[in-house]
């Protein structure tokens, strides 16, 4: 089995796979490791028939072959198991597990005797043992994933990918977990094992491949690897710093205190949270996805009423630059023509007393824009959703920072850009900065956070955990942060 | 914006044309020859002085609801009681060309605007409704549609019936709100030229104001237009009472230029007409223009078909039918996305 050349790029313009060749031998357990978002899922989603690669072919003993869905992945004994469950609550574990593929006597009952003998089989071969007779509402994780593997392999697979497997297992149910998928191995099922956990990988793979923003890092067998090594791989800084001079930071232009938000479920996301923004300062907010992050910078904007506590932005100027965390829901009418979108939110600007919008000063401004932030465009006329991801982005930053306004928010104004369009975004933001601007960023790169920030916070289930000079951090104490260790 | 959009109108000719030939094997299946049919429908549509009048007399209100339609739909509502407010927008105009007494011309566009506030007043509501509490437009439209109906129903039928009448009809409204034809020999008045303004005029609106483009906006984008600090409920409002006013309109513009009263029941369903053109034209107010005449052409030109050929007036229907969901099936196609995404985007 052979993955060759894949790159997949999303209908959003997010890039997660950049010409990534793989191979699989058969009989062998591989590992796939990777940070979040280095495309481990993407490519297996791609094997599995879930997603079409952009470019590039899977051949299987050679052969080309094309998967249009799942199903035709599973004719050549491939499937996955996802990170999430899949299982329906109100059905029995037997039910759940033959849904889709259940033996069936001359076409209308299904015959579920065979169906239990098939299963006993299975369980005998991976040592799961389970009550087929149960329902799958009433078991704890641990066996919930087992339902997942054996409904997977009820289908006969030859080659079985497990997204993520152990996330949800105590470390006892671990061990007993790869005791499995070495009882698998042995009876010749090929076994793909994504996972971010270096410990792991090392304790149960054959070979391990290692995927960092779309590539792959390297290929190394697992006797041969060890931690640092797999570590350095995983998460190597490529590109060199980006130069921050020391700059004095002014006084307050944004202070939030002791506010309080509610997410949509009408529960507090944000709970009591305080923290200042100085003019000529880029202030970092960090945390992982869900953490409340959302809720504070819509209330900041004004998109979301809040409870208590107070935002006072010191600002003459009415409007707020604001980068959006979704360019396409948030920042820019994909349907509507590039020139159009550079005016959104400021379009009462351009228009004469009647109302009328006066379009050649618009395409004037948008002229300005492009050649100013070098945006790659087709046509000015051209609807926006023909730009690549990076070119919209930094039309959405463009757009917003002719606002001009001392205050610039900035939710995640980087993610699913490439490298250089990354770079250029940040050192955007640094340019801000140097310009005595007040820059709130919020983002769930840590790399982001320590690279672009003077000071970052951490936002932790609603709460702001710890603030701290960004030079005081490293990747290690903000990923304990994040995950709700306090450091005493 | 012409030249984008082009490219979508052909693809609602191309589905006209389909439509036009399912139509064709159905009218050979069921024993007719088609080109006779079509050439009859042709005919009695476009092929003389006479048919080309009423065809474009047909057209005029159908151009009205059209464009209320369209308005409607680029704002991503899907409201469809245009065939409501034309009745609404009839019974306005004919309360001000019957009651009042005023020196012609100003008559005329008091009478004129009276039905347009008629139409706007019955969007009042559900508009108000949806941007205030985000009660479900298109539900309410047609209960709606039943209401004013039967309101006119009830003014035709018993207060201002005229005993003298041949028809159900009310009384005649006074000459002076009598729209003019505009020549003597032309039955065709002057709503049909002030419709093809009322669409250039809608188009500029669209596509040159702020309204417009806020409207545009909000019905591609809801989020997006919320996060850029628009009015979304505000703009939500205004399409409605824009949207009414187009659809009253066309009732007056029945009213006073071919009827001179309210006949009972005297739409033929041109409220239903518009929000077809509406999507064969892709909610473009010039292409409106185009999808009603094709509307119209289809309502005068089948009368010929069944007198000529005697195809049934059942199956005329099934052909008209067969031929406006095709044309329409590329409007709708990305109508129902939009609405379906910016229902999303208002959850989200």
């Known amino acids: ?488 | 914006m012409i030249k984008g959009s082009l490219e979508q109108f052909f693809t609602s000719v191309l589905a006209v044309f389909i439509g036009l030939l399912i139509g064709a094997i159905i009218l050979w299946i069921t024993g007719y020859n088609p080109l006779t049919a079509y050439g009859l429908l042709a005919k009695s549509s476009l092929g003389d002085h006479h048919s080309i009048i009423e065809t474009l007399n047909a057209m005029t209100p159908i151009i009205f609801t059209g464009l209320a339609a369209a308005v409607m739909f680029k704002s991503a509502l899907f409201f469809i009681g245009m065939e409501g407010q034309l009745y609404v927008g009839a019974l306005f105009a004919f309360i001000a060309g019957y009651m009042i007494q005023l020196p012609p011309i100003i008559h005329m566009a008091i009478a004129l605007l009276a039905g347009g506030l008629g139409g706007l007043l019955w969007g009042l509501g559900p508009g108000y409704l949806k941007a205030k509490f985000g009660v479900n437009e298109t539900v309410i439209s047609i209960m709606l549609n039943w209401v004013a109906i039967y309101l006119t129903d009830y003014v035709v039928l018993y207060v201002f019936p005229d005993p003298k009448a041949t028809i159900t009809r009310t009384y005649k409204i006074s000459p002076t709100a009598v729209l003019p034809r505009i020549s003597s020999n032309l039955p065709l008045n002057w709503s049909f030229i002030l419709a093809v303004l009322t669409a250039i005029l809608t188009g500029f609106i669209l596509y040159k104001t702020t309204t417009g483009y806020e409207m545009r906006v909000v019905g591609f984008n809801p989020r997006a237009a919320r996060v850029a600090k628009i009015n979304v409920e505000r703009v939500y409002l205004k399409t409605f009472l824009f949207s009414g006013f187009l659809a009253g309109l066309a009732g007056s513009s029945m009213i006073l230029g071919v009827f001179n009263s309210i006949p009972y029941r005297f739409s033929p369903g041109y409220g239903w007409d518009g929000i077809t053109a509406a999507l064969i034209a892709q909610n473009n107010p010039y292409f409106v223009l185009i999808s009603s005449l094709l509307l119209a052409v289809l309502r005068t030109g089948s009368f010929g078909m069944m007198v000529g050929i005697g195809v049934s007036s059942d199956l005329i229907l099934v052909i008209q039918g067969v031929v406006l969901v095709a044309a329409s099936t590329p409007g709708a196609y990305s109508l129902i996305t939009r609405y379906l995404k910016s229902w999303r985007g208002v959850k989200t």
């Not at chain 1, 003993?61 to 599973?74: M, Q, W």
Request: net charge neutral; hydrophobic share 40%.
């Open chain 1, 1 to 488: 089995m052979e993955m060759v050349n894949i790159h997949k790029v999303y209908p959003d313009g997010t890039i997660a796979l950049r010409g990534v060749d793989l191979e699989i031998y058969e009989g062998e357990i591989l590992g796939l490791l990777g940070e979040n978002g280095a495309g481990k899922t993407t490519l297996m989603k791609i094997l599995s028939g879930l997603l079409k690669p952009t470019k590039g072919v899977i051949k299987i003993h050679g052969d080309i072959v094309e998967f249009k869905s799942p199903k035709d992945a599973l004719r050549y004994g491939i499937g996955m198991v996802h990170q999430h469950f899949t299982l329906i609550p109100n059905l029995t574990v037997l039910e759940n597990i033959v849904l889709g593929y259940e033996p069936k006597v001359k076409g209308l009952f299904i015959d579920m005797s065979k169906a239990v003998e098939k299963l006993k089989k299975l369980m005998e071969l991976t040592g799961f043992k389970l009550d087929p007779y149960v329902q799958v509402s009433s078991l704890p994780v641990g066996f919930k994933q087992m339902v997942e593997i054996l409904k997977t392999l009820y289908k006969d697979v030859k080659l079985l990918i497990l997204d993520e497997p152990t996330s949800s297992l105590t470390p006892i149910e671990v061990k007993q977990f790869f005791n499995a998928l070495r009882k698998l191995k042995e009876h010749g099922v090929t076994v793909v094992f994504i996972t971010h956990k270096i410990k792991e990988v090392l304790e149960i793979t054959d070979r391990i491949v290692v995927l960092r923003k779309g590539r792959v890092e390297g290929v190394v067998k697992t006797i041969e690897a060890n931690p640092p090594l797999l570590a350095k791989m995983m998460i190597k800084l490529e590109s060199k710093p980006l130069l921050k001079t020391k700059h004095a930071p002014g006084s307050d232009i944004l202070i939030v205190e002791d506010l309080w938000v509610r997410g949509d479920d009408n529960r507090y996301a944000v709970k009591g949270v305080s923290f200042k923004v100085r003019e000529g300062e880029i202030y970092g907010i960090i945390g992982v996805e869900g953490s409340g992050q959302k809720e504070l910078v819509e209330a900041i904007v004004g998109l979301r009423p809040y409870e208590r506590g107070r935002i006072i932005i010191d600002s003459k100027d009415k409007l707020l630059a604001y980068i959006p965390p979704d360019r396409t829901i948030e920042g820019l009418v994909l349907e509507m023509r590039v020139y159009e979108n550079s005016e959104l939110g400021i379009h009462r600007f351009f228009t004469s007393k009647a109302s009328i919008i006066d379009m050649k000063r618009v395409i004037e401004h948008c002229k300005k824009l492009i050649e100013e932030y070098s945006i790659i465009v087709p046509d000015i006329k051209a609807q926006t959703r023909f730009l690549s991801g990076g070119n919209q982005q930094k039309l959405v930053v463009a757009r917003e920072l002719s606002k001009g306004s001392k205050l610039i928010i900035a939710v995640n104004p980087t993610r699913g850009l490439d490298i250089e369009a990354t770079n250029s975004v940040r050192r955007l933001l640094l340019e801000l900065r140097e310009n005595n601007k007040a820059v709130l960023l919020v983002t769930s790169d840590i790399d982001e956070a320590l690279e672009v920030c003077d000071r970052v916070g951490v936002i932790f289930e609603g709460k702001l955990i710890g603030e701290e000079l960004a030079e005081a951090l490293t990747e290690e104490k903000l990923g304990l942060l994040m995950g709700g260790v306090t450091i005493s």
